[in-house]
């Protein structure tokens, strides 16, 4: 459900756009960001990280985006976005403990190695910065119909791959003890 919640504002813009266009999209984006984050703040008593960086980049962007009725600003943003998202693993991944070693280590019933994690979080900055290029590339190369598909579409998808192949990596790496205990019931 808290998926499908952080994925409605994409979702909306997509409806938007299909309906009236790309200035009618953003708006609905800046307002549905906005009511996400007053929502987690309702629920949870605070915003998460992701949620304040996504909504400023599209108050920002989806605000230039009006402004100037140009939509070559709100195309940008994803690519911003998953640059930030790089510029924070690859902040993390020498001078502490690895920011995805952080989020997701504490989910799993064993202590990898930092090495592991390390591996892991390369991996991760990678991604995003292909996300991001491959971005700016269908902005660029494609009408603005074919992008916003990619956005919701394509992205997800690549993802959804990317995440499968991250856990078959961790699946790979807990010890045979740590997989067959959920066998046990």
């Known amino acids: ?13 997509f409806i938007a756009y299909k309906i009236h266009g790309i200035y009618f999209a953003t708006e609905v984006l800046i307002v549905a960001s906005i009511l996400l984050m007053l929502w987690q703040w309702w629920r949870q008593g605070r915003v998460e990280s992701m949620t304040w960086i996504s909504t400023l980049l599209v108050l920002l962007f989806g605000g230039l985006t009006i402004y100037f009725h140009n939509d070559t600003f709100i195309k940008w943003k994803p690519s911003i976005l998953y640059l930030l998202f790089a510029g924070a693993l690859l902040w993390t991944h020498w001078r502490e403990t690895p920011l995805l070693q952080r989020v997701m280590g504490g989910q799993l019933p064993v202590a990898l190695p930092n090495s592991f994690w390390r591996r892991l979080n390369r991996y991760w900055i990678g991604f995003f910065l292909f996300l991001a290029a491959l971005n700016i590339l269908v902005a660029y190369s494609f009408p603005t119909a074919i992008w916003v598909d990619f956005k919701l579409f394509g992205m997800l998808i690549l993802t959804v791959l990317f995440v499968i192949y991250q856990a078959i990596l961790i699946g790979r790496a807990l010890p045979a003890e740590a997989n067959d205990s959920g066998d046990s019931a």
């Open 1 to 13: 459900m808290k998926l499908l919640i952080d994925f409605l504002p994409i979702i909306l813009f």
